[in-house]
């Protein structure tokens, strides 16, 4: 059987751009010793700040077609860190979070949206003690470059605001503001 010149041409132009799509498919894994997810809250008059101090999660980047992004984040309720052992109990118990029954709070994506040169909506399903609500994170790229080691690294931050109430932590109305301003700062490792 004889293969015409032009039709060797197609095949191996479909290899390489077959190639070249994997190549721009990366994955990049949270590093959390240079990453925060703290949050703030209003205590009366002032917002008072916290944080979650345990968290994991897997970034999937296609540069040349961002709609393609993916986030898969948890992080560990116990973990959490308002410098206060006793304000921090009582925030993991039945009272809020209930972190013996849930221990942990995820966050998976389900679109990412463009909006500037290097900025973002990602929306996404937020589960926070069993409930899970929609939410849009508003994300920056902040570059992506050698680290350490020699290893490819990314770094992004995200900012949302979400209501307490939504996720049945209801505790203290007059006490306690309903919106939490969340703000995450992430540098994450390619995989691989």
Excluded: C
């Excluded at 999660?57 to 992080?75: Q, S």
């Excluded at 009582?90 to 013996?100: E, G, I």
């Amino acid at each position: 059987m004889k293969f015409r010149p032009s039709l060797l041409a197609a095949a191996a132009l479909a290899v390489g751009a077959m190639t070249v799509a994997s190549a721009a498919v990366e994955t990049y894994q949270i590093d959390p010793v240079h990453s925060s997810v703290g949050f703030s809250i209003r205590h009366f008059f002032s917002p008072v700040p916290g944080a979650f101090t345990k968290f994991a999660g897997t970034i999937v980047v296609d540069r040349e077609n961002p709609e393609n992004n993916r986030v898969d984040a948890t992080i560990e309720v116990p973990s959490i860190d308002t410098r206060n052992a006793k304000r921090d109990d009582d925030l993991k118990s039945k009272n809020f979070f209930a972190a013996d029954q849930f221990p942990a709070i995820t966050f998976k994506s389900s679109s990412w949206k463009k909006t500037g040169a290097d900025t973002f909506d990602v929306a996404g399903d937020l589960t926070i003690k069993g409930t899970t609500k929609p939410v849009v994170l508003k994300v920056k790229s902040l570059g992506f470059g050698p680290g350490m080691q020699g290893k490819t690294i990314s770094g992004w931050e995200a900012t949302a605001t979400i209501n307490r109430n939504d996720f049945g932590i209801t505790t203290y109305p007059k006490m306690l503001g309903d919106d939490v301003a969340v703000s995450i700062s992430i540098e994450a490792d390619m995989k691989g």
